[in-house]
């Protein structure tokens, strides 16, 4: 196996202070491998970045059309949300729609990432709920499937069917057999597969077409578009996914995974690109995706949005600046 290959640079002044080490693969339509740094079958748990394959049964098994969902609340099976109030409003409303509440769900709660709802709570003296997991999107999507299929209420089990439509669909898109899983923060199986595989998914993404003639490359078509169409929804304000997506004007979409993974799907191109960064660092992910991308040229280099990730100034309390954060020879 291939080593990781030095991939994102920390300076300060003249000095090389940090170095992040990590793994991409980009991919093409056939699934093959246009280029790669690092171990391309690098097994790893994609995480977050792979939320449109698990929002692919949702589509493919006619629930979404059954509820009525909204290209909105399909960004939102996606996401992975700062829980501000366009993001909890609309579960909310979505999970009543079902006639299902907070509890029906099995994410778990923690405080928003966004500031003003974070305050709000403290304000009004309430604890979050679970619609403020940044997955809460994901499970009323998770939710919407299970009422379709009659399944029981405990839908993040392994062997629950909507877990297993969510493995069938992982392991055809990336062309593996998974080797396992590990439980993801919101407590729903993440499947693990080479970084190429999820390459290769990713670039399944990247050639569905909307008039295609599968059912699953419909779904993964229309996904890319409610992303795409709606980037403020997939993270939020100051977000490297919103931000970027925003910068490409809808042409990509960008998902981001805890522990350093990036996901990019390009339909322009029909490449998909898989990033995984070994030590976990997000600083280093979002360099390292805004890089590729600048390297395809679907991504201006002088944008402020990628400016704020990629040759990005490292700065101090009394706002001096440091040194840089930048990527590598080896990945330019």
Avoid at 177 to 205: E, K, Q, V, W
Avoid at 217 to 222: D, I, K, L, Q, V
Avoid at 264 to 279: M, N
Wanted: proline content about 5%; glycine content about 8%; aromatic content about 4%.
């Amino acid at each position: 196996m291939t080593n990781p290959v030095p991939m994102v640079e920390i300076w300060r002044g003249d000095f090389l202070e940090s170095i992040h080490v990590g793994h991409a693969v980009i991919c093409d339509a056939s699934g093959d491998i246009v280029q790669a740094w690092g171990a391309p079958d690098q097994v790893v748990l994609p995480r977050s970045s792979s939320k449109m394959i698990q929002a692919l049964p949702l589509i493919e098994s006619g629930a979404a059309t059954a509820a009525g969902l909204t290209m909105d609340q399909l960004a939102l099976s996606c996401a992975s949300h700062n829980s501000a109030a366009i993001h909890t409003d609309r579960v909310a409303a979505w999970l009543a729609t079902l006639g299902l509440t907070d509890d029906d769900m099995r994410c778990g709660a923690h405080d928003p990432k966004d500031i003003e709802a974070r305050n709000a709570l403290i304000r009004a003296h309430k604890k979050p709920c679970q619609i403020h997991n940044n997955c809460s999107g994901k499970h009323a999507g998770f939710l919407t499937l299970n009422r379709h299929i009659g399944g029981g209420s405990e839908y993040i089990n392994p062997k629950h069917p909507v877990q297993m439509a969510v493995l069938e669909a992982f392991e055809d898109l990336t062309n593996e057999t998974s080797p396992g899983f590990g439980i993801d923060g919101c407590s729903a199986p993440n499947y693990a597969s080479t970084l190429h595989g999820f390459a290769r998914a990713m670039a399944f993404f990247a050639t569905a077409n909307e008039d295609g003639t599968s059912v699953r490359e419909r779904a993964a078509a229309t996904l890319v578009q409610a992303m795409t169409t709606f980037p403020e929804l997939v993270a939020g304000d100051g977000r490297a996914c919103t931000e970027l997506m925003r910068a490409m004007d809808g042409r990509v979409a960008l998902k981001t995974g805890a522990e350093a993974v990036y996901s990019a799907i390009i339909p322009e191109l029909k490449l998909g690109v898989a990033v995984k960064i070994s030590d976990g660092s997000t600083r280093a992910a979002e360099c390292a995706i805004a890089a590729i991308l600048v390297k395809l040229g679907v991504l201006d280099p002088n944008h402020p949005a990628t400016l704020k990730r990629m040759n990005a100034p490292v700065t101090n309390c009394n706002n001096i600046t440091t040194g840089y954060i930048r990527p590598t020879k080896e990945l330019l």
